[in-house]
């Protein structure tokens, strides 16, 4: 009896083992960038970019919520990258 409850509990080791050990190979093959290449990460004016862009597009959703003439042709007009701006027809 005592030998099946050792078996059971080092049976029970091992799979939380494996399963630890295949929680950190997925960690870390996401960490990697394809082909195991390092990720490289936006610098700051990338990620402010980014964020501003998301932030309009954010705002030109609700806009258009309350009125779709009005968020339509800001979304015409409004344009997002390394600049923003509004060109008007």
Known sequence: MADRALASSSDAGRDAARAERDWLLAQLAGAAGFGGRVRSFPDQGERARVAVGKA???????????????GDHLRQTVHTGARCSYWPG
């Open 56 to 70: 309009i597009r954010r705002a030109l959703a609700r806009i258009t919520e309350a009125d779709a003439i009005l």
